[in-house]
């Protein structure tokens, strides 16, 4: 059974950072994609990072770019996201999702991911 298990989120204050951590068990994705999705309340589920999996290519939306980092540790079988300069507007739930053909489709949400974590909420005050 493929279990995805996020941890890292939290109330932080505008500026600040958090890094999120996923790691998977029940099968090893060193070989898919691995990714970040967000949804706040009211709104779809949006792509936020995906990365493939030699993590020579990385895709970010346009509202995190420069601000946040996606990377990966195969052995770890894990995927990280580090989170700074935190907006308000980056508050949602935030969820870990792997496996697919490749990080570019599962951006574009036209290919996976095939599993998704429990998410892990994130809240920035102002």
């Known amino acids: 059974q493929v279990q995805l298990v996020e941890s890292g989120g939290g109330l932080v204050q505008a500026g600040g950072s958090l890094r999120l951590s996923c790691a998977a068990s029940?099968?090893?994705?060193?070989?898919?994609?691995m990714g970040w999705f967000r949804q706040a309340p009211g709104k779809e589920r949006e792509p936020v990072a995906t990365?493939?999996?030699?993590?020579?290519?990385?895709y970010y939306a346009d509202s995190v770019k420069g601000r946040f980092t996606i990377s990966r540790d195969n052995p770890e079988n894990t995927v990280y996201l580090q989170m700074n300069s935190l907006k308000p507007e980056d508050t949602a739930i935030y969820y870990c999702?792997?496996?697919?053909?490749?990080?570019?489709?599962?951006?574009?949400?036209?290919?996976?991911?095939?599993?998704w974590g429990q998410g892990t909420q994130v809240t920035v005050s102002s």
């Open positions: 029940g099968q090893t994705f060193s070989n898919s994609p």
């Open positions: 999702a792997a496996g697919g053909t490749t990080a570019a489709r599962m951006f574009g949400r036209q290919r996976g991911p095939d599993y």
């Open positions: 990365i493939s999996w030699t993590s020579e290519l990385r």
